[in-house]
């Protein structure tokens, strides 16, 4: 059964990459888990008391203090035996993990303890209406960063939140997407296999924030990727392990024009050169992870 | 012996199944079970997890929380599903 | 056993003897003797709890919120701006009803940035649904940990408990404490068996979002939860004097009333200071009792009113203020007092601010002026002469 551990019947918009997400991880990580879970979409299209779509223990931890309530967590289960068979997960979204929950996620690495903080990511605070975060991308249309006469949408750069985990000597940090279903339970899998603080980012596009049509779900993070702009990767102590590989190189442009909130770029001059910039992103990322490496150059 | 915590504090699992999403649609899913191969991908996209898919059964879609997003017609490799406007 | 010992170490030692599972905190003045001398034990294998070095007092309360829900006896301790700090997850806390045992060491707030004792940090948090206690002694400081985890894991109760400690004063200081042993303390506080858990086998979900269609029962049933705690908190003091020979009523106590005219009402160290006080004034005849208000929250409004019913004069000395308005505990004090038929002079007076050296003199002054007066807000030992800023 496909929602054994996530029951449907939660308030996800429909066409919600991240309700696929947390299903999917929960199919991988099975039910010998607990899951403390950051205030955000997920945590609020889940649990409308009296009713809850989880079949695995759950607790809502409030918005910045997620990573600590699992460290608490996992202290219990040491405390009492359990942690050699229980595993503990702490899902936030980018407030959860990348603003507000930084500093309680710093925490949680630097001690190092058995958690695995999985990020849902879909660049922006959806669940408040579309606010801007740092996990934006540059370019990015959100209601606090909106595009205008005076402005190209958020003018800062995405937090690289995996080169910051890695750089706490997170024991497995890896980047997953939706849209690549098996990928991403091969990731969980691999990261709850494996001792210490680990870091996962899910990639979950949002029909809603990102303005496209619910049913291009799986074709805008697919575009995420084999534009470069969100590459997968694996990395096992601050090193690069494994990466998903492209087959060709796409224009930025095919993913940007699948997106409303990306539409204000093509309108400017302004825009032109922002739209130049993403597209130097993608090709820093395909050149720093090596995505259009073919195998035997590597010998 | 009665505690003085309400049950209400807390929500039982996967209760939200008693919540039939199925109302919000307004296109719905409709699958040729001729097409279908059972390639089991529209299940794997399915943000509501209701789609099964059997060699035997072929696929099918509980319509009583499917949000007719469409996720599993655009997927469908066969072009086995198709959204249709729905007659309420 | 008795031995001179820093408050401090009293509450460590009574917090290792409650057997915690898991320990988290963040230091913060004047907290960190108890939180060192906690690590120490662990550190030398006195403790077996874990310790979750945690990176603010924000994560301390949310570790312990976690390890809680997961059915771990846990500890906290912070004070001041680590109290402000956790604030939210205090509420979260007491909402969750998770009987957690936080010792709170009374520091003042910023601004100014001052790390000496007064009330105001409890003050702040004394509507998140924490019961609190204050101790007036280093060894009722230890006392009421044990009572603490007794009253927060019962049944009727499950709530959090915040024991008050004035920081320095009972932190800082030595004095002798009698530190029970182990066997006594389990017979007392028995395993922590808790009413519901995270557990696999029973995957519930907790703190889930609750609209308006449930959010007013939930609530309801939390303050009718604390206010019926009081029972619970006289039975916990009522068992300890039972078996440790020590202890007062657990809610207030009360010294001269029979024949007191004039009752000073406080809460916590001061009341040292208060008795001495009062007995220098009794050798002169003055007709003065006191009333120790042990128990803060619940407020314990019919044990105040059956207290004072014959005082002709009140008088509140309080180390906090409600701005805007005057100190709360005299507020509440007065308005608990408000049914009587006979309704006495009441006097409010804030002292100790800040760490002020509350001495004999301060309480003769409030004594003196309220013979007098029966002023709301009197900022006792203050001068009122300040230098304002030149507008140009």
């Known amino acids: 059964m496909s929602n054994q551990f996530f029951a449907p019947g939660h308030t996800a918009c429909s066409g919600c990459a991240q309700s696929l997400a947390a299903r999917l991880v929960l199919e991988a990580a099975g039910p010998e888990i607990i899951v403390a879970n950051a205030t955000g979409c997920l945590e609020v299209f889940t649990t409308r008391a009296p009713q809850s779509s989880w079949g695995v223990p759950w607790i809502h931890s409030l918005f910045e203090n997620v990573s600590a309530v699992a460290s608490g967590i996992e202290a219990a289960l040491r405390a009492d035996g359990r942690s050699e068979k229980v595993k503990v997960l702490a899902f936030g979204g980018d407030g959860g993990t990348a603003d507000i929950g930084m500093g309680s996620l710093s925490g949680l690495m630097e001690r190092g303890q058995d958690v695995l903080y999985v990020c849902y990511d879909n660049e922006a605070y959806m669940n408040t209406g579309i606010q801007r975060s740092g996990l934006t991308p540059p370019g990015g249309n959100t209601t606090t960063s909106p595009a205008g006469k005076k402005s190209i949408g958020k003018l800062e750069g995405k937090k690289d939140m995996p080169a910051i985990m890695a750089a706490h000597k997170a024991s497995y940090v890896a980047t997953a997407n939706a849209s690549y279903p098996q990928d991403l339970k091969r990731k969980i899998k691999k990261a709850l296999s494996l001792p210490g603080a680990k870091y996962i980012q899910i990639l979950v596009p949002c029909p809603l924030g990102w303005r496209y049509e619910g049913k291009d779900t799986i074709l805008a993070g697919k575009l995420a990727v084999e534009t470069g702009l969100f590459p997968l990767f694996e990395m096992e102590n601050g090193v690069v392990t494994k990466v998903m590989k492209l087959k060709e190189k796409k224009s930025v442009d095919d993913y940007l024009k699948l997106q409303r909130r990306f539409a204000h770029l093509y309108k400017s001059e302004a825009g032109k050169e922002e739209l130049a910039k993403i597209q130097t992103i993608a090709d820093q990322n395909i050149e720093k992870f090596g995505l259009l490496e073919k195998e035997e150059a590597k010998a | 012996m009665k505690s003085s915590v309400p049950k209400l504090i807390m929500a039982e699992p996967l209760t939200s199944a008693l919540n039939h999403t199925g109302s919000w649609r307004v296109f719905r899913p409709v699958a040729d079970k001729e097409k279908c191969t059972a390639c089991t991908l529209c299940t794997n996209v399915c943000p509501e997890g209701i789609i099964t898919v059997s060699r035997e059964t072929k696929v099918d879609i509980d319509y009583n929380y499917c949000k007719g997003c469409g996720m599993c017609a655009e997927i469908c490799p066969a072009k086995a599903i198709v959204m249709e406007r729905e007659v309420k | ?392």
């Open chain 3, 1 to 392: 056993m008795k031995k001179v010992m820093e408050g401090s170490m009293a509450v460590a030692e009574a917090v290792k003897l409650s057997r915690p599972a898991v320990i988290a905190a963040y230091p913060i003045t004047p907290q960190t003797h108890i939180v060192e001398d906690l690590a120490d034990m662990v550190a030398n294998g006195e403790c077996n709890a874990q310790y979750v070095n945690v990176e603010s007092e924000h994560s301390a309360a949310s570790a312990v919120l976690g390890s809680q829900a997961a059915g771990a006896r846990s500890f906290t301790a912070t004070s001041s701006q680590g109290l402000l700090l956790m604030a939210e997850v205090l509420f979260n806390i007491a909402g969750m009803r998770l009987p957690l045992v936080l010792v709170n060491v009374n520091r003042a707030v910023s601004a100014p940035i001052n790390i000496w004792n007064d009330h105001q940090d409890s003050f702040a948090l004394r509507d998140c649904g924490f019961i609190q206690l204050f101790a007036e002694t280093n060894q009722e400081a230890a006392d009421l940990v044990f009572q603490a985890y007794r009253i927060a894991e019962d049944y009727r109760v499950m709530l959090p408990v915040m024991v008050n400690i004035d920081g320095f004063i009972i932190s800082h200081s030595f004095s002798p404490v009698d530190i029970p042993e182990q066997a006594k303390v389990d017979e007392y506080l028995p395993a922590y068996k808790p009413l519901m858990k995270l557990d696999t086998a029973n995957p519930i979900s907790w703190g889930t979002m609750g609209g308006p269609d449930v959010y007013s029962e939930i609530r309801y049933s939390l303050s009718q939860a604390i206010l019926n705690s009081k029972p619970v908190i006289a039975q916990a003091a009522d068992e300890f004097n039972k078996i440790f020979g020590r202890g007062g009523s657990g809610i207030v106590e009360g010294y001269h009333l029979e024949d007191a005219e004039t009752v000073i009402v406080a809460m916590g160290s001061i009341l040292g200071t208060i008795k001495e006080a009062v007995k220098e004034r009794r050798k002169a005849g003055e007709k003065i009792g006191i009333l120790k208000i042990r128990t803060y929250r619940p407020f314990p409004e019919q044990e105040i009113r059956e207290a004072l019913k014959n005082a002709k004069t009140v008088i509140v000395i309080s180390k906090e203020i409600s701005l805007g308005y005057t100190s709360a505990l005299f507020t509440e004090i007065k308005a608990a007092l408000y049914s009587l038929a006979q309704r006495p002079r009441m006097a409010g007076f804030i002292a100790g601010l800040g760490g002020r050296d509350i001495t004999l003199s301060t309480i003769y002054e409030a004594l003196d002026v309220s013979k007098k007066e029966e002023p709301e807000l009197y900022f006792l030992d203050t001068s009122k002469e300040l230098e304002m800023l030149e507008v140009n």
